[in-house]
């Protein structure tokens, strides 16, 4: 994997490009990888996949660990890797521990000789070495090392430790580094500013080809996480990409994309799914309606709709005007308001599709913004909009 | 729905079946409480036509009165009965002759003389099909291939007849072998949401830990996008597990079912069924235990299949 920063604006927000070996075609940044579970989406099968824009879906978030409720390994390793076993020979896989949905990080149970998780199949320890197989086994272009991740709520040792582990963990992982795959150095430290400048001193040091920051989405305050941010930017060097996990809303994400993060995940995306919301937020911050603003009984707030509402049983538009999504260019809210009602699959397939490709605009947005130099402009805007949506709708209550 | 295919409604009839203890049935129509708010429902056939009127289904199905076949007795006749004074209110109701397609539904259980009256009464209407209902359900395979072969010999040659709720892919074989022309089921796509494939040996079960490290296909003569891109070893580990693996085994059970079709159409055209038929259950039955019940329906059927019979082995001592 080669990256390369080709853009700033106002600031730490840069636009960068991301070049794997297996895909022809460079992936520009800020940017989102998709959400899967055993290295496909969720919902959307994998015909409808190539529907989705491109190159912009082609970076997939897989998490090794989901792997250990049946498929050993050696039977990765013997069906060919990820690309291989999957078919996706021209995807990008970033293989990360954390997805925030079924492997959730126990931090109580982790001590010195690993990492545990709460999983579907119980609770699990793991160590650099079993990690290291799983990684060695999928062939994943970027890989994250093992991490102790930990709530904003532990107490200043814990977070201590945590760092301790996750430095120590990073040189044996990188140790037993396979051959390919480009390592991402983990960096932790929770809400304490001290431990966030002291975990990424010690990652900038080693030899990695970028860098995956996590414990954040895990307690800290809105307004407590730009601090947090720059202070990890400003200490990596530039040149080497960033990715995040756990920055979900819009909001976040330009939080995120302000202190020079490039690469973020979606489980924001598959909770909306799973909860029958659609995304509608205007995409360039600015709302055309905004004037004639009206609560509708839906409650919707202009950000998303929740489909299962009666009132869409009739509506035989699709979710967003001029969407050119699979979903928007052939079906309508009334079509999946049944499907959910009659509780078919085809609602969350559809759903996914429909949201993915929303939240893939929204990052297009803002890599023109940064591109024309008006990101924070960009920024501004947009959570003037959403903050304008929200008192309006408080007005009415 | 954005389906530019064909399109067939059920009449809401089979609801009585499943939902029995709920059910009233009288020379109206059937009354049934609610499942949603308890509230008692009235449906009549004027009431069935009308809604599949406003679906806009090319087929459309009469409302029958279905009994499962397990039961005796004075109903099974009433039922029949039911059905073809029904068929005449369907008729009259029905608002889309020219769109729409009103299929009858035979019914009578497992009585040949109820159903050959049934059968009767239905073609009397000139009806543009005929479906065989009532089977499906618990009763025997030897009772049912009778059904059915009784059903076909006496319905018209020039009208598609619809086995209703078949079935297994030996089912509808042997059906077909009797002249039965349509099939719906949902076995493939619930088998499949429990881990288990078609193949032409029968069935494979994904679940299986036997599957964890197998890297083939699921089917290695089968062309589907599933079968051409994974191995059961990944199937394995998303099946009951992950929407996805529902989602993958549901496409290729389907796929599997739509071959078996065009397999069983393209070799009645060619002049080879019976050797189709061979090919099929020489493979599901290796050792040549075809079962009786598919000998025998065979032999009615005109269908020469020793070749893949061993003899009767000697449990008949």
Known sequence: MKFAVKAWSNGSARA??????NFPHPIETPCLLLSTRKGLPFFISPDLLPSLPSPDSHLLQVCPLHF???????????????????????????AVTRDSIQCLPEYNSTNKVGASFETPCGRLLIKPVEYMELISSMRPNIWATLADEVPTWVSDKRNRTSVDRTVRWLDDCIALSPAGGAVFGAIVGGSNVEERRRCAQEVAKRNVSGYWIGGFGLGESRDERPALLNTITDILPEEKPRLICGLGLPEEVLQGVASGIDLFDSVYIYHLTLGGFALTFPLNGVDENESDFQLSDNGSDRTKINLRATVYRKDASPIVEGCCCYTCQNHTKAYINHLLNVHEMLAQTLIEIHNTHHYLGFFRAIREAIKTGNFEQFHRQFIEGRRNCVAVAAMHA | MNWPRALLTDSGGFQMVSLLHLADITEKGVTFQSPVDGKPMLLTPEESIQIQNRIGADIIMALDDVVKTTITGPRIEEAMYHTLRWIDRCIAAHERPHEQNLFGIVQG??????????V???????????AIGGLAG????????????????ALPEDKPRYVMGVGYPLDIVVCSALGADMYDCVYPTRTARFGTALVPEGVLKLKH???????????PTCACMVCRTYSRAYIHCLVTKDAMGSQLLSYHNLYYMMKLSRDLHTSIIEGRFPEFVCNFLRIMFPKGDVPEWVCNAMEVAGIDISSCCSPFSSSQD
């Not at chain 2, 259980?109 to 159903?115: E, N, Q, S």
């Open chain 2, 120 to 130: 009767r009464g239905l073609v009397d209407r000139n009806l543009p099909g005929y």
């Open chain 1, 16 to 21: 960068g490009v991301v070049q794997l070996g």
């Open chain 2, 109 to 118: 259980g497992l009585d040949p003389v109820l159903r050959d009256i049934c």
């Open chain 2, 209 to 219: 830990n036997a599957m964890a490290d197998d890297t083939r296909p699921i089917d």
């Open chain 2, 138 to 153: 618990g009763e025997s395979k030897d009772s049912f291939w009778r059904v059915v072969a009784q059903c076909t010999a």
């Open chain 1, 68 to 94: 250990l409720e049946g498929l050993s390994p050696k039977t990765i390793s013997n069906s060919g890797g990820l690309h291989q076993m999957l078919g996706l020979h021209d995807y990008g896989f970033a």
